[in-house]
């Protein structure tokens, strides 16, 4: 279940000109279209406000491919520098959080975290279901050139990134900074954005350092809509919505049928 309803944090408002805001998002849970559409909305409200960054903290199972996916592309075309940081202590980012950790500009784990386990499952209804042994194949070669192509673009150890798939490996945070899958092992959001400071980061908004020490941190939380989508869309909800609107669709259909009975029944006496 995804634990959006206990976020918190202060509302947009017009940035002031005279400081610098980091910008922070936090996914908890499982990856889907919820997800995907906060992801959406908070990197856009990052460039209205003309923040320094965005901070994704992280920490989630996995979750469904074709979201993931949408978030990457978000990420890898973000208009300022995005940090994903697994965290806090205890956190990780399994399967499709891989992903979205190494589309990064900047990767950081939290002491105690993990990342990896990326092998592809075919899930149905909450439930892994089996697969073609020739369809998994293709699915999983996908699934390695894809995170490679992350893990290179973004100067990462590649051969760790398609092990993750292949292999379901698994890393900690102190082995990932050693083995150059992360940059940053950081206690804490603060430690974070103090290590960070003066970085130096190449994207769409061109060649420049990081200014995160003492920046103000504006936190942004999900909107009701993505609230009640994310409730909607865990699998549970979903199936049992389909057996309501079987129901009342099977009930419409007894009392129209009832009615034509009756109907011709009174007809013929």
């Not at 092992?185 to 995160?212: H, I, K, Y």
Request: glycine content about 10%; hydrophobic content about 50%.
């Amino acid at each position: 279940v995804i634990a959006l309803l206990g976020w918190s944090g202060p509302d947009v408002s017009a940035q002031s000109a005279t400081r610098r805001e980091v910008v922070v998002a936090r996914i908890v849970g499982e990856i889907d279209p919820a997800v995907s559409q906060y992801v959406e909305r908070v990197v856009t409200a990052s460039e209205a406000r003309g923040a320094e960054a965005l901070v994704i903290l992280l920490d989630t199972p996995g979750g469904l491919d074709v979201s993931m996916r949408e978030i990457v592309q978000r990420l890898l075309g973000a208009p300022l520098p995005v940090i994903v940081m697994v965290g806090p202590a205890g956190a990780r980012a399994a399967s499709a959080g891989t992903f979205i950790v190494l589309a990064s500009d900047v990767a950081v784990m939290a002491p105690g975290t993990t990342m990896g386990a990326a092998h592809p499952v075919a899930v149905e209804g909450g439930m892994v279901i089996p697969i073609d042994p020739v369809m998994m194949e293709k699915v999983t070669n996908d699934a390695v050139g894809y995170i490679r192509g992350l893990a290179i673009q973004r100067g990462r150890n590649a051969e760790w990134a398609e092990r993750a798939v292949r292999e379901s490996v698994v890393v900690g945070s102190s082995d990932a900074l050693r083995t150059g899958v992360v940059e940053a092992v950081a206690s804490d959001l603060d430690d974070a954005l103090n290590q960070l400071d003066g970085r130096r980061v190449s994207g769409p908004w061109g060649d420049r350092p990081l200014r995160t020490r003492g920046a103000v941190i504006v936190e942004i939380s999900p909107s009701f809509a993505e609230l009640v989508l994310a409730i909607v869309a865990q699998p549970a909800v979903a199936y049992l919505l389909c057996l309501i609107g079987l129901v009342l669709i099977g009930s419409e259909v007894f009392a129209a049928t009832g009615g034509a009975a009756g109907q011709i029944g009174r007809a013929h006496v």
